[in-house]
């Protein structure tokens, strides 16, 4: 055993060594490799936080959400269908949600009015999101007038503004009094955007749902785990373009990589066929160069996961905002954790460390099994 | 006791590019005494001693080292062999740029599993033994030729082969350099190791180094001196 661990560690200082002697080339490859893994670890950590938080926002969103459809499009919901549900067997509470669209001309951006269940603003007072907040200019105290439905100008005092924690789906968010929304849409009393359910029972969401399309057959019922699957699918759909543009620049790097690792000059062919002379085997010369590839694509991948931890969650990702967040005029800021996820981690390392090893060793390992007699004839 | 029986190499065999660089030696090297290999270049001096030496198999015949055949050894046995048995000093000293002189004595000696102070300790001896003590942190594209020659001997010893194969060893020195080097040969002759040398250099048969002097002609031995007697026998 102890000759093993003499044997490995003779081998890595031959290697350190090595690798000092070309310098430039090496240290050209690290970055290479580096930046790579940077982007990558970049997308797939931004991905997933974004994911992660989509779902904790989620884990607090009402079981079933019911709207009403006229000719296959939303409607207003009437207050007469909260009855109609409070009777289901399974359901603790149901409620009806005043919510709507409004388009900002002044920013070219699209708010969300809502009139939140607990503690609503008082009428003509209203909390709006950090990011409509910084997109606005605006501060509590300040009046922010908009146009109602009829074209009047309709003004709402500002009394808060949202806590950046819940940024990513408050962004936009307007919260007013649920007597200012009816006047500021048109919306006749007793109707509702749509209705919330929350279930007794998890399990029992699914029969739940049937039960109050039995009720109500003109209704369409999503479940939270419904909207849970689309955010990932966007999510997902978000990060798969985004690495289907970095396979390009990984194509590249595998190209750069195969050149710089596996493109052996005659004079490492001198080198091997000396070393194999002066009584290496062709295992030992593999070894060596493995502990090579080794060293510069764990460092190459350390530094690029690190750096690509820093651009996430504390650089807040400036390079992929766009394109992962999606394209917006009011862009949430808010704080992704920070999670270690081994089977990410394990992908990652898979996918580029592995192929530069091989990359490294194959041409070697072939002037490797060459006579050591061919240094005798130079 | 080394022994060669028939032994033939053949390079690129069945190509239009075939070419024998050794055919059909018969040859006996005793143990502690010191055997020159002399011939024209092309005379197949160099391919001889890598047959010696284990570093290429014969395309016929056998190479036996004490008695034992290792022309048919696995690599793994025939290497472990090779860097325990031989020191080779090759042609062009075949140093690697970029590494130290003591990185590169220390080298025949990394896949032994040797502790790396003993190792280290040795290298730091042998480079003290060779006039060299104080170049042992320079890398070697910045010595001389002699030193180069003197490194190469030092790699050579780092594993203490019973076996020292030179291969043209006063090719690249001047004649000063060239005495200091078969000085050191000699030295390494009286500590009882066998010492085969390659050569067409005169000053190696002026040395009085030698003890026995085998000719060789387009890959034969077409004479061998007093201590070749078995050779001759079997001739």
């Known amino acids: ?378 | 006791m080394i022994e060669l029986l028939q032994v033939s190499k053949t390079y690129n065999a069945g190509r239009v590019n075939e070419f024998s660089a050794v055919r059909e030696v018969d040859l006996l090297i005793e143990p502690g005494r010191a055997t020159a290999l002399r011939g024209p270049s092309g005379s197949g001096k160099t391919t001889l001693l890598g047959l010696i030496g284990g570093l290429t198999r014969p395309s016929s015949g056998r190479v036996r080292l004490d008695g034992r055949d290792i022309s048919a050894l696995p690599e793994r046995f025939l290497t472990e062999l090779r860097r325990a048995t031989f020191g080779f000093v090759f042609q062009q000293f075949q140093l690697i740029r970029g590494l130290s002189v003591l990185e590169n004595v220390m080298l025949p000696a990394t896949p032994s599993g040797r502790p790396y102070r003993e190792v280290r300790a040795r290298a730091l001896r042998l480079l003290d033994d060779l006039g060299l003590a104080g170049r042992a942190e320079v890398k070697t594209q910045w010595l001389s030729g002699g030193e180069a020659q003197r490194v190469a001997i030092a790699r050579a010893l780092i594993n203490d082969p019973k076996v020292i194969l030179a291969d043209e060893p006063t090719a690249h020195l001047d004649s000063d350099l060239s005495r200091q080097i078969l000085a050191i040969l000699a030295d390494l002759r009286a500590q009882g190791r066998t010492l085969i040398v390659s050569s067409h250099d005169p000053l190696v048969f002026e040395a009085g180094l030698v003890e026995c002097v085998i000719d060789m002609r387009d890959g034969r031995i077409c004479s061998a001196g007093a201590s070749a007697g078995p050779v001759m026998e079997r001739l």
């Open chain 1, 1 to 378: 055993m102890n000759n093993w661990i003499e044997k490995q560690r003779a081998l890595i200082d031959f290697s350190v060594a090595n690798l000092g002697r070309r310098r430039g080339r090496n240290l050209g490859l690290f970055l290479a490799y580096t930046l790579l893994v940077f982007l990558l670890a970049s997308v797939v950590l931004y991905g997933d936080a974004l994911r992660r938080e989509a779902r904790l926002l989620l884990a607090d969103a009402p079981e079933l959400v019911v709207q009403r459809l006229t000719a296959g499009r939303h409607d207003l919901a009437p207050e007469g269908w909260l009855e109609k549900l409070r009777g289901l067997r399974g359901v603790r509470s149901v409620e009806g949600r005043l919510w709507g669209y409004y388009f900002d001309p002044a920013v070219a951006a699209n708010y969300t009015l809502l009139v939140p269940s607990e503690a609503p603003p008082a009428p003509g007072q209203m909390v709006i999101g950090a990011a409509l907040a910084r997109a606005r200019g605006l501060a509590v105290g300040d009046v922010l007038s908009l146009r109602s439905f009829d074209g009047k100008p309709y003004a709402f005092t500002l009394v808060g503004v949202l806590d950046a924690d819940s940024e990513l789906v408050s962004a936009d968010l307007m919260l007013v009094n649920g007597v200012d929304f009816r006047a500021f849409f048109g919306v006749e009393p007793g109707l509702f955007t749509d209705l919330v359910l929350r279930v007794a029972n998890p399990s029992e969401v699914r029969k739940l749902a049937e039960k109050v399309l039995e009720r109500l057959p003109g209704a369409r019922v999503i479940a939270r785990e419904e909207m849970r699957r689309s955010y990932e699918a966007a999510f997902n759909w978000r990060q798969g373009v985004l690495l289907t543009f970095l396979s390009t620049l990984m194509a590249a790097f595998a190209l750069l990589a195969w050149d710089k690792a596996s493109g052996l000059s005659a004079e490492e062919r001198r080198e091997i066929g000396i070393l194999k002379a002066v009584g290496w085997e062709t295992g030992d010369v593999l070894r060596m160069k493995l502990w090579e590839g080794a060293l510069v694509s764990l460092c190459a991948f350390l530094a690029g996961y690190v750096l690509a931890w820093l651009h996430v969650f504390y650089a807040d990702a400036p390079l992929f905002t766009a394109v992962l967040k999606g394209w917006s005029v009011l862009y949430p800021r808010f704080a992704l954790t920070p999670q270690v996820d081994v089977a990410q981690i394990a992908t990652l390392f898979f996918l580029t460390v592995l192929p530069f090893v091989a990359a490294t060793v194959v041409p070697v390992w072939r002037a490797a099994t060459l006579d050591p007699d061919e240094v005798m004839r130079e």
